[in-house]
């Protein structure tokens, strides 16, 4: 269905009405007299809109909509699929238009939340897309990837980052060493502790990605240490909100300064979005140089800054690896401070090292997940049945993988729990795209290391078999208990230990504010059906069905 008044254009698509501005319309007019075809670039700049535009007209063709302008006639045609990937509202994680960049689209840790490290085997990155994206997509979710297997011989990091984007050269050059050097010129290149830090911070913008290749290990020592910056905010902003403004609008100075170099940039501590999010951490009291501020603020200064350190400096958030010959770390610069052990021995530690950009990987992401989607599609086109017996088949495949049989912090496997949750929804009479949400909201789980994304993970791997009706519920089931936990006092006292752990780190109870908005988001209380369900199916002494049982189900919801 479609309507319009002068200045808007109203479309539902299945439970949503989606509204557009007539001049958000006509600059994204897809026609070839708007869009160049070959490149996709506008033709038209903001200025070449007639001031006052309004729809004139609008008509629903099938799975297009025309739209006609007032005053000059113009008319655009858009796909609906097209029009409801870009409603407005539901832009970036939360619908604020972020860029994937901030901590709402990252998986925060803390080490003991890891049941395994993310990581790859660089045989087989370099021999399966899917691997390949499944490496990349763990820099972007966790901040870090573990590739190992990369032959210990020099060079090689150069050959691991160019497989994802371009080296970044510094005046340490495109390739640098990590190792004794007699008079060193960083303290990087001594057998010295090194705390957790953000390399180059006296650039701006500074290295987004970084990669350590491991050639020889110490004999004694030597340990790296990562610390995820994104989570340790999180803890500030919710139990010191002073301290983390400070951190957060104070720019501070750092340098760089040899015989052929001088660096200098000014940043907080803590970067925030416009939106007021996390997107960097800036780190590295070697390289900070004075500041130059009121007194009053110095010194308020450096009581936040004491307290900022501190916190990142607990052993609890260091996760530490003895990289051995052949394992090249690569990491998220913006947000994973790294560091480690001092070093003994005669033989020395020796990595390499080399920088990248994230933007850079998420391109080659986005064009691995693009030609996959492409793979998935011609499937599709298979002969009737071939598709759905498909996704019956990978979804049972995760039900009967070893990952099911992972307990994550409660008394039942993440399988006797996804099968318990449909259980209860069934026996509740919930309609069927409700149960298979109950029975697939942890799927996220299944398919990758256990994080606090695993619904928008779970839901995104659905959507290429099921509606909204399935996924949206899935995505927002932790949501939903963080709504919960504002909206129902008592809530908060019915959580498992688990639940109340992982509470903090997927952002707490919600503020009134956010409460009131996902009460009044599509599919929200679906989602607070599948958490209460959630909440239940942890019941040691229950038996639920096999996966079988429900596999009729999700088959013929796949056929609608």
């Known amino acids: 269905m479609v309507s319009w008044d002068d200045g808007k254009l109203e479309l539902t698509v299945g439970e949503r009405t989606l509204c557009f501005p007539a001049v958000w ?15 996709g670039q506008k033709l038209k700049d903001i200025t070449d809109i007639p001031n006052g535009l309004a729809v004139a007209a609008a008509e629903d063709i099938g799975e297009s909509v025309v739209v006609t302008y007032a005053p000059d006639r113009h008319q655009s045609t858009f796909a609906r699929s097209w029009l409801a990937r870009h409603a407005l509202g539901y832009g970036g994680a939360d619908g604020t238009g972020e860029d994937g ?3 709402d689209d990252k998986q925060l840790w803390l080490p003991a939340d890891l049941d395994q490290l993310p990581q790859g085997s660089w045989p087989r990155y370099l021999a399966d897309p899917a691997d390949r994206a499944g490496v990349l997509d763990a820099v972007l979710r966790w901040g870090f990837v573990l590739l190992r297997d990369v032959p210990a011989e020099a060079g090689r990091v150069l050959e691991v980052a160019a497989s994802f984007g371009f080296v970044r050269e510094t005046n340490y050059g495109r390739l640098f060493d990590v190792r004794i050097e007699p008079r060193p010129a960083n303290l990087a290149f001594t057998r010295r502790r090194i705390l957790p830090h953000t390399d180059n911070p006296y650039r701006d913008p500074v290295p987004t990605v970084q990669l350590l290749h491991c050639l020889r290990a110490a004999d004694d020592g030597g340990e790296t240490s990562l610390t995820d910056g994104f989570a340790a905010a999180r803890e500030l902003r919710a139990t010191d909100g002073e301290t983390f403004q400070i951190m957060a609008g104070t720019p501070v100075p750092f340098g760089y300064t040899d015989q052929s170099t001088e660096l200098r940039a000014s940043q907080p501590l803590i970067q925030l979005s416009p939106r007021g999010r996390v997107r960097g951490i800036r780190f590295n009291n070697r390289s900070a140089r004075p ?5 009053a603020e110095v010194t308020a200064f450096y009581a936040a800054y004491r307290r900022w350190a501190e916190l990142l400096a607990r052993p609890e958030r260091q996760l530490k690896l003895r990289l051995a010959p052949g394992d090249c770390l690569i990491f998220d610069n913006t947000r994973i401070l790294h560091g480690r052990t001092a070093f003994g021995g005669t033989g020395g530690r020796h990595l390499q090292g080399c920088y990248a950009d994230l933007d850079g990987l998420a391109s080659t992401l986005a064009v691995l997940r693009r030609e996959e989607k492409g793979r998935e599609e011609k499937g599709r086109k298979e002969p009737e049945g071939r598709s759905n017996m498909t996704a019956i088949e ?12 992972d307990y994550l912090g409660e008394p039942v496997t993440i399988g006797e729990h996804l099968r318990q949750a449909g259980a209860l929804a069934e026996a509740a009479g919930a309609d069927d795209a409700l149960v298979a949400a109950a029975l697939l909201h942890d799927v996220g789980h299944l398919r990758s290391a256990p994080g606090v994304g695993h619904g928008e993970a779970g839901a995104q791997w659905l959507s290429q078999w099921f509606g909204q009706a399935v996924t949206e519920p899935v995505r ?4 939903a208990k963080r709504y919960l936990c504002t909206a129902e006092p008592g809530y908060f006292g019915l959580l498992s230990a688990e639940s109340v752990r992982s509470l903090a780190l997927q952002g707490g109870p919600m503020t009134a504010e956010e409460a009131a908005e996902f009460a009044a988001a599509p599919h929200a209380q679906e989602a607070v059906a599948v958490r209460r369900w959630d909440d239940q199916a942890k019941d040691p002494a229950v038996t639920a069905p096999p996966f079988a049982h429900f596999a009729p189900l999700l088959e013929a919801l796949t056929r609608r």
């Open 394 to 405: 990978a979804i049972g495949e995760l039900f009967a993988g070893p990952g099911a049989n």
């Open 101 to 103: 960049r901030t901590e």
């Open 476 to 479: 927002l089931h932790v949501a």
């Open 291 to 295: 500041l130059r501020l009121p007194y």
């Open 25 to 39: 319309l006509r600059d994204n007019c897809p026609c070839p007299a708007c869009r160049d075809p070959d490149s």
